[in-house]
C-alpha cells in the first residue's frame, strides 16, 4: 500500500503545484484541481499504481483523503 506522504507528491506532481496539500484539502480549494486532472489522476492510476479506477468514483471525490481511499481499496 502507497504511504499517504508518497500519495501527496505523487498528486502534487500530477497537479504541477507546490502548494500545501493535506488529506483533508478540500479538491475545490485546489486551484489545479479541474476535469482533466480527474482523467490524468485516473491514468496515473493505472500506470503508477496498476489500479483500475471508476471515473465515476473519482467524480465523487471531495477531499485528498477520498481520492487516496480510491487507490488504497484498489
Known amino acids: ?15 504541477e503545484t507546490d502548494r500545501n496539500i493535506g488529506m483533508d484539502t478540500d479538491l475545490l480549494d485546489i486551484d489545479e484541481w479541474d476535469s ?3 482523467v490524468s489522476f485516473i491514468a496515473m492510476a493505472e500506470e503508477k499504481y496498476k489500479i483500475i479506477v471508476e471515473p ?6 471531495v477531499l485528498v483523503e ?6 488504497s481499496n484498489g
Not at 465515476?56 to 471525490?61: C, D, I, R
Not at 477520498?66 to 487507490?71: A, C
Open 1 to 15: 500500500m502507497i504511504e499517504e506522504r508518497q500519495f501527496i507528491e505523487d498528486l502534487k506532481a500530477l497537479l
Open 36 to 38: 482533466f486532472s480527474s
Open 56 to 61: 465515476f468514483s473519482v467524480a465523487e471525490a
Open 66 to 71: 477520498d481520492l487516496y481511499r480510491i487507490i
